[in-house]
């Protein structure tokens, strides 16, 4: 067991941890805890062999042998197993680094990776890619109740030991916990790293069953799917109503004019009824060169816009390929579109009655125009925007300019005022000594 640092997301830890519970399904979930091993002080082979035992039954391995030992490892090793790959040996081999003699922690979780190497092995997990081999295995000691031993001794100290970042046992251990477990969760910082598991784990708590729960899930998401489904088929019916109008009224039209008044060398038989049905053309409003008609062309437009979302929003979601299929206007007759048809308009025969027709098989047709008509639209509503501004800033601007010469004429009055009230408080005192004796005068110029 080297020291990496590989880091998972939380929904990789639990596609890896689903896999495991895939081979290994077990009802409960048990913590293990040391049964032999000293708290302190310096750890024995016989130590090793004795507490291996004891692990190897709660993992479901009862009745290996164990040959278990300290030994010199390479740096950074802490522990390795040999031949668990061969799930028919009953006898587990492991060597743990001899500089962990006097570490109890760190021992059992030697002891614990390497132990979950083999049952990986005997369970059929074993994967040929060390990385995602190893990854299970840690993973697996949290799985098979292992992870407090993991915990305290992966993160000892100064030294962190084990292939996964340590917040991915903490998230795995976490995650065994309340939904086996039945822990209540705890102020774990989870939300830090994966704000959806801890939204998750919440919904689970304070769900009264994981039945419950995940029935509600279901319910509400069938609900989407039955309105949707419903819509769906609202809408094609619809559409369906639409297309019978449409080929009645091309039926109508082209079993006149194109059968009953044209010859063999496609000359008019009948002049006045070609005539008449310009002239009914024109009048319901059908006429290219007149003007489109209304109703076809609004719901055109509402179609192509539907198709323009939905294609944007699922294109979002899964790529995909945008096909369709070409049928006759006359006799409904379906034909496989062709790369010939793709990219261009193109007048089209229908094998099976003859009937000539216009197909707009342009790439994307609906999606640019309905794409265009919103840019249009977007555009018209900025330039909307631009002059409802640009007249709000103009009245904004004569309102002030209002209001500042408003507030200068009171200023202007304010000094009119002051001039006047000084000038007549000077008109007083001369009038006063005007009209006073001599000596008065003479004490209020002198005094005043």
């Given at each position: 067991?080297?020291?990496?640092?590989?880091?998972?997301?939380?929904?990789?830890i639990l596609n890896r941890m689903k896999k495991i519970e895939n081979a290994i399904p077990r009802k409960d979930f048990d913590v293990y805890t040391a049964q032999s091993f000293p708290n302190s002080g310096n750890i024995t082979n016989e130590d090793l062999q004795k507490e291996a035992k004891?692990?190897?039954?709660?993992?479901?391995?009862?009745?290996?042998?164990?040959?278990?030992?300290?030994?010199?490892?390479?740096?950074?090793?802490?522990?390795?197993?040999?031949?668990?790959?061969?799930?028919?040996?009953?006898?587990?081999?492991?060597?743990?680094?001899?500089?962990?003699?006097?570490?109890?922690?760190?021992?059992?979780?030697?002891?614990?990776?390497?132990?979950?190497?083999?049952?990986?092995?005997?369970?059929?997990?074993?994967?040929?890619?060390?990385?995602?081999?190893?990854?299970?295995?840690?993973?697996?000691?949290?799985?098979?109740?292992?992870?407090?031993?993991?915990?305290?001794?992966?993160?000892?100290?100064?030294?962190?030991?084990?292939?996964?970042?340590?917040?991915?046992?903490?998230?795995?251990?976490?995650?065994?916990?309340?939904?086996?477990?039945?822990?209540?969760?705890?102020?774990?910082?989870?939300?830090?790293?994966?704000?959806?598991?801890?939204?998750?784990?919440?919904?689970?708590?304070?769900?009264?069953?994981?039945?419950?729960?995940?029935?509600?899930?279901?319910?509400?998401?069938?609900?989407?799917?039955?309105?949707?489904?419903?819509?769906?088929?609202?809408?094609?019916?619809?559409?369906?109503?639409?297309?019978?109008?449409?080929?009645?009224?091309?039926?109508?039209?082209?079993?006149?004019?194109?059968?009953?008044?044209?010859?063999?060398?496609?000359?008019?038989?009948?002049?006045?009824?070609?005539?008449?049905?310009?002239?009914?053309?024109?009048?319901?409003?059908?006429?290219?060169?007149?003007?489109?008609?209304?109703?076809?062309?609004?719901?055109?437009?509402?179609?192509?816009?539907?198709?323009?979302?939905?294609?944007?929003?699922?294109?979002?979601?899964?790529?995909?390929?945008?096909?369709?299929?070409?049928?006759?206007?006359?006799?409904?007759?379906?034909?496989?579109?062709?790369?010939?048809?793709?990219?261009?308009?193109?007048?089209?025969?229908?094998?099976?009655?003859?009937?000539?027709?216009?197909?707009?098989a342009e790439i994307w047709n609906c999606t640019i125009k309905a794409k265009e008509r919103r840019e249009a639209k977007m555009r018209e509503e900025e330039l909307i925007n631009e002059k409802v501004n640009y007249r709000i800033n103009k009245a904004q601007e004569e309102a002030d300019r209002i209001i500042n010469e408003a507030r200068n004429a009171h200023l202007q009055l304010e000094r009119e005022r002051k001039m006047i009230e000084e000038q007549a408080r000077i008109n007083y005192?001369?009038?006063?000594?005007?009209?006073?004796?001599?000596?008065?005068?003479?004490?209020?110029?002198?005094?005043?």
């Amino acid at each position: 067991m080297a020291m990496q640092s590989i880091d998972l997301s939380p929904l990789s830890i639990l596609n890896r941890m689903k896999k495991i519970e895939n081979a290994i399904p077990r009802k409960d979930f048990d913590v293990y805890t040391a049964q032999s091993f000293p708290n302190s002080g310096n750890i024995t082979n016989e130590d090793l062999q004795k507490e291996a035992k004891f692990m190897l039954e709660f993992c479901g391995l009862k009745g290996y042998e164990t040959d278990i030992l300290f030994a010199k490892t390479e740096q950074g090793v802490g522990g390795y197993i040999t031949s668990s790959s061969n799930i028919y040996e009953r006898a587990v081999h492991i060597k743990v680094s001899d500089e962990y003699i006097g570490y109890p922690e760190r021992c059992l979780a030697v002891l614990a990776h390497e132990i979950c190497h083999k049952v990986i092995d005997v369970n059929g997990l074993h994967d040929t890619d060390t990385d995602e081999n190893e990854t299970l295995t840690d993973l697996a000691t949290i799985y098979m109740g292992l992870g407090e031993i993991i915990l305290r001794g992966y993160k000892s100290h100064t030294h962190i030991l084990g292939y996964l970042d340590f917040n991915n046992y903490r998230v795995a251990h976490h995650i065994m916990c309340v939904v086996y477990g039945h822990v209540e969760s705890e102020k774990t910082g989870l939300a830090e790293s994966d704000v959806l598991l801890d939204d998750v784990i919440n919904y689970w708590e304070r769900a009264g069953s994981e039945r419950s729960i995940l029935k509600e899930c279901f319910v509400a998401l069938e609900k989407q799917h039955s309105a949707f489904w419903k819509n769906l088929n609202l809408l094609t019916e619809l559409i369906n109503r639409f297309k019978i109008d449409m080929l009645h009224n091309y039926m109508h039209y082209d079993s006149i004019f194109y059968k009953n008044l044209q010859d063999d060398n496609g000359n008019f038989k009948r002049k006045l009824a070609a005539f008449s049905i310009l002239y009914e053309l024109i009048a319901s409003d059908s006429y290219p060169e007149a003007k489109t008609n209304a109703a076809i062309e609004g719901l055109n437009n509402i179609v192509e816009d539907s198709i323009y979302d939905l294609f944007t929003f699922y294109q979002q979601r899964n790529v995909i390929d945008f096909k369709y299929d070409i049928e006759c206007p006359n006799c409904r007759t379906i034909s496989k579109n062709n790369q010939k048809v793709m990219g261009r308009k193109a007048v089209l025969k229908c094998g099976k009655c003859g009937c000539h027709y216009l197909y707009d098989a342009e790439i994307w047709n609906c999606t640019i125009k309905a794409k265009e008509r919103r840019e249009a639209k977007m555009r018209e509503e900025e330039l909307i925007n631009e002059k409802v501004n640009y007249r709000i800033n103009k009245a904004q601007e004569e309102a002030d300019r209002i209001i500042n010469e408003a507030r200068n004429a009171h200023l202007q009055l304010e000094r009119e005022r002051k001039m006047i009230e000084e000038q007549a408080r000077i008109n007083y005192r001369e009038d006063i000594i005007d009209k006073a004796p001599s000596m008065l005068k003479w004490l209020i110029k002198r005094y005043l």
